[in-house]
Structure formats: structure tokens, C-alpha cells
């Protein structure tokens, strides 16, 4: 949920400058990685209202910082037989 929080403050500019890129950076890797049905299902609500204000580039640059957090994070990721 903080992931959603976040992109919650980027989009309305709340103790941040608001920035569309940023919040959907931060709703797109809320919708990648947090579980409940809800947030999730928020988070790509808002990400795809977010989406029809930017360019093709700015969606793209967003998504490449998404693959990176989950690369990075991810892979940091305890397995079951650790």
C-alpha cells in the first residue's frame, strides 16, 4: 500500500511537487507488486488515468524504473529453501 501512497502524493502534489511521471511510476510498480485485490485493482486504475496525460516516452521511462525496482528488489527475495 505504500507503493499506492505514494503515487497518491506525486499525482495531487501532497508534501511533494506534483509530477504525473513520478505517480505513475510509483501506481505502476503498486500494481506489479502489492497483493490485495484492491489495491491492486486502485493502483491500475490510477496508473491508467495517469498514463493518458503522458507521452509514449515519459510511459516508457516510468516502466523501465519498474523493471529495475523489481530487478534490484526481487532478486533480494528469500526463497522458501533459504
Known amino acids: 500500500m505504500a507503493h499506492s501512497n505514494l503515487g497518491v502524493m506525486y499525482d ?3 508534501g511533494v511537487s506534483r509530477d504525473a511521471v ?3 511510476y ?3 510498480l ?6 490485495p485485490k484492491p489495491v ?8 491508467d488515468r495517469i498514463a493518458a496525460q503522458l507521452t509514449h516516452a515519459q ?4 516502466q523501465k524504473r519498474v523493471e529495475a525496482w523489481l530487478k534490484a528488489h ?9
Request: net charge positive; glycine share 2%; proline share 3%.
Open 59 to 62: 510511459i516508457s521511462e516510468a
Open 22 to 24: 513520478e505517480a505513475y
Open 40 to 47: 491492486h485493482d486502485q493502483a491500475v486504475k490510477y496508473r
Open 30 to 35: 503498486a500494481a506489479t507488486v502489492e497483493a
Open 74 to 82: 526481487l532478486a533480494r527475495k528469500p526463497t522458501a529453501a533459504n
Open 26 to 28: 510509483w501506481f505502476a
Open 12 to 14: 495531487l502534489g501532497k
